[in-house]
């Protein structure tokens, strides 16, 4: 008799589903990060606040790479769920067979 195969998909779903949440959360961070660097910025001169201003801006650069990475991230987890979705509907024919009677 055939071996028996599982394809369990449900991490990936899980993830994609959150995606909205995790845009979402990681816009209000960015958001916060804004306002506090403005707020602190209103009052604050010299070279202490130049370079704080400098700093805000490269930590800034760095939170949009990460914006590209979970981009990324949730693109590839959307193909390879459709990958493995494939795979499954063919393990699922596969398991079929494997269990007929001759």
């Not at 845009?23 to 910025?41: A, F, G, H, Q, W």
């Not at 981009?71 to 063919?90: A, G, Q």
Request: hydrophobic residues 35%; glycine residues 4%; aromatic residues 8%.
């Amino acid at each position: 008799m055939a071996e028996y195969n599982k394809l369990d998909t449900r991490a990936f779903e899980n993830f994609i589903s959150e995606k909205s949440t995790i845009i979402s959360t990681y816009n209000k961070i960015c958001e916060d990060y804004n306002s506090i660097v403005s707020t602190l910025l209103i009052d604050w001169k010299g070279h202490g606040a130049e370079a704080f201003e400098s700093d805000a801006q490269k930590v800034k650069a760095n939170l949009t790479g990460v914006q590209d990475i979970l981009k990324t991230i949730c693109d590839i987890l959307s193909d390879c769920l459709d990958v493995f979705n494939e795979c499954d509907t063919s393990l699922g024919a596969g398991n079929r067979e494997a269990y007929k009677p001759k």
